[in-house]
C-alpha cells in the first residue's frame, strides 16, 4: 500500500462531507487535505435559492475558485480519495480548481460525494477535463455518511487495487 490523501471539501453548517472525510481518511489510514476556497463561503454565499448569490455566479459564469494552501508533497501520493457535496449534479468549481493545481499523471482517484439526494450521476465524467490524461478515476459514488469504518476501509482498498 503507498501513501494515500484523502482530499474533501465541505461548506454546508452540517460539514456532512467532511465528518465522512475525517472518519474515511482515518478508516483508511489516509492523511487528509481540506480544500478550503481562499474566500471562505457563508450561509448567503451557498444559497442556491437566490440567483445572484456567489454559487450561482462561479457555477454559471464557469469560475475558478482558488485554493487555500497546497499539498506540498502531492508527489507522495498515488492514491487519492476525493470527496466533496455534489453541487447542481457536479463537483463544486473549488475542486475543479484544486485539481488543476496539480499534476495527477499516474495516479489513481476515487470520488466520494454527499448529497441532498442527487446520485452520483456523471460527476466523475465531469471532472475528466481537470485531471491528466494518465490520471485514473477508478471509482465515483455517493455516500450516505452512516458508512462504517469497515466498510469504508473496504471501499478505500478496494478502489487502491482497480
Ligand atoms: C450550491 C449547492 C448546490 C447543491 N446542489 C445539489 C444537487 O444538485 N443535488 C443534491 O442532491 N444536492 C445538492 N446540494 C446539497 C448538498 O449536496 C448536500 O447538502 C451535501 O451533503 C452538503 O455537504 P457539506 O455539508 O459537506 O457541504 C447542493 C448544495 C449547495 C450548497
Known amino acids: 500500500m503507498g501513501k494515500r490523501l484523502v482530499a474533501y471539501f465541505s461548506a454546508s453548517r452540517g460539514?456532512?462531507?467532511?465528518?465522512?472525510?475525517?472518519e474515511l481518511a482515518s478508516a483508511s489510514g489516509a492523511d487528509i487535505f481540506e480544500i478550503k476556497p481562499k474566500e471562505p463561503y457563508t450561509e448567503a454565499d451557498i444559497n442556491w435559492v437566490n440567483p445572484l448569490s456567489r454559487c450561482n455566479r462561479e457555477k454559471f459564469g464557469n469560475k475558478d475558485v482558488p485554493v487555500e494552501g497546497k499539498v506540498e508533497n502531492m508527489s507522495e501520493y498515488d492514491f487519492i480519495m476525493l470527496g466533496f457535496p455534489i453541487w447542481y449534479g457536479c463537483a463544486p468549481n473549488v475542486v475543479n480548481t484544486f485539481l488543476k493545481d496539480y499534476d495527477l499523471a499516474g495516479k489513481k482517484i476515487a470520488v466520494f460525494a454527499t448529497s441532498g439526494g442527487s446520485g452520483i450521476g456523471k460527476t466523475a465524467d465531469k471532472l475528466r477535463p481537470y485531471v491528466s490524461d494518465t490520471t485514473e478515476i477508478v471509482e465515483a459514488v455517493r455516500m450516505s455518511g452512516s458508512e462504517s469504518p469497515e466498510e469504508l476501509k473496504k471501499w478505500a482498498d478496494e478502489c487502491e487495487n482497480k
Open 15 to 22: 460539514r456532512v462531507t467532511e465528518k465522512l472525510a475525517k
